[in-house]
């Protein structure tokens, strides 16, 4: 099968028909002229909805920059995780965004080859750098203060580079566009929360429990309410979707997966970030500063008519975003261990942002 989107000649293909050959083809797409003479795959990552494979490469022919690994990025070979990226537009979403946005998004991510998707089908590839000797992070184990910094520096450029950039709205891939199909509905959550419970339990506690009575049952207010400026959001903004640089190299930080990138409010990535990469401690104690710096770097990169106050008050409003990615993904991806593990530290961390924050008593009074 070959791509669709702009008659490029080189077929998409999954990770087994990865040959010499194709990625030769790839490497001298990508202006690097060189001769693949073997290639070996080793699967990387934990990803749910995509399966990513690092492919090291030795050369007959090739110049001193001929990468030595890249990393390929394929759909999930799990049935139910590739209906959630197929019927989400994921995989379509990641290859637009590497092959319209990425460029002129300023945040910081690993450059890419080809990407390819067939409109279709959704079969898609993705050939990238290789952010090693980076390692991702781990939502489990969360971050550093120095690395919640670095992070929350790359969501200003991210945010600041298509701040009220409404030329967005006309992309239909772009999630919350005007253009955009009509995303999940309040019956729809309200039955993912019921399945949630069914499905874990005791293991959901009464806290837990409250809160998700509340926010599926006011979700479609929660939605539709948002009346503030808007900007590019990653919309999956956690330490599993970064790389971290290392002693050994690295780019300090860099943000992957964009399979759900969207146009909406810039705190729906920052509270979603804070509330399950730091422990609640550190949270409490120092997110007030995070954020000051963060709307300062906004500032600096040319954002205006949005004072601290309308961030902090934003902030509030999604505190919630972490909560509702938990229950809502946890129920339409493949499930694994680690992912229970890591969605319930999702659910618990945003229960305590929503719980500092006041966010029930705001919803209550349809401030939001």
């Not at 005791?202 to 809160?211: L, Q």
């Amino acid at each position: 099968m070959t791509s669709t989107m702009d008659g490029c000649a080189i077929p998409i293909v999954g990770p087994a028909e990865v040959t010499r050959e194709w990625m030769t083809r790839v490497l001298r797409g990508a202006g690097i002229d060189a001769k693949v003479g073997a290639i070996h795959a080793t699967k990387v990552g934990t990803g749910q909805v995509g399966e990513s494979v690092r492919f090291t490469l030795t050369y007959d022919s090739a110049p001193a920059d001929a990468p030595a690994t890249v990393v390929g990025k394929f759909p999930s070979p799990d049935p139910d995780s590739r209906s959630v990226g197929v019927n989400l537009g994921n995989y379509y979403r990641e290859v637009r965004f590497y092959r319209d946005l990425a460029a002129d998004a300023w945040v910081t991510t690993p450059k890419y080859l080809f990407a390819d998707v067939d409109e279709e089908t959704s079969d898609f590839v993705l050939i990238m750098e290789d952010l090693a000797p980076a390692v991702p992070g781990d939502q489990t184990l969360g971050v550093s203060m120095e690395a919640a910094a670095l992070v929350l520096g790359e969501a200003a450029k991210l945010h600041a580079s298509r701040w009220g950039d409404d030329r967005l709205d006309s992309m239909h891939w772009v999630m919350g566009s005007a253009a955009a199909p009509t995303g999940v509905a309040g019956d729809s959550v309200r039955a993912l929360w019921r399945g949630f419970i069914d499905r874990y339990g005791e293991r959901v506690t009464p806290r837990c429990r409250a809160i998700g009575e509340v926010i599926s049952g006011a979700y479609d207010q929660y939605v539709g309410g948002y009346r503030g400026p808007r900007c590019m959001v990653h919309n999956d903004f956690r330490p599993d979707n970064m790389m971290f640089g290392t002693a050994e190299g690295g780019y300090p930080v860099a943000v992957v997966d964009w399979q759900s990138y969207g146009y909406g409010c810039c705190m729906a990535d920052v509270a979603y970030f804070l509330a399950g990469a730091l422990s609640v401690e550190d949270r409490r104690v120092h997110e007030k500063r995070l954020l000051q710096d963060y709307h300062a770097n906004l500032l600096r990169l040319g954002v205006t008519r949005y004072d601290f106050e309308m961030l902090w008050r934003d902030y509030a409003r999604y505190s919630f975003s972490l909560f509702n990615m938990a229950f809502i993904a946890s129920m339409i991806v493949g499930r694994t261990p680690r992912g229970d593990d890591m969605f319930f530290a999702m659910l618990e961390g945003g229960a305590d942002m929503i719980m500092d924050h006041r966010a029930l008593e705001i919803l209550a009074t349809k401030a939001i």
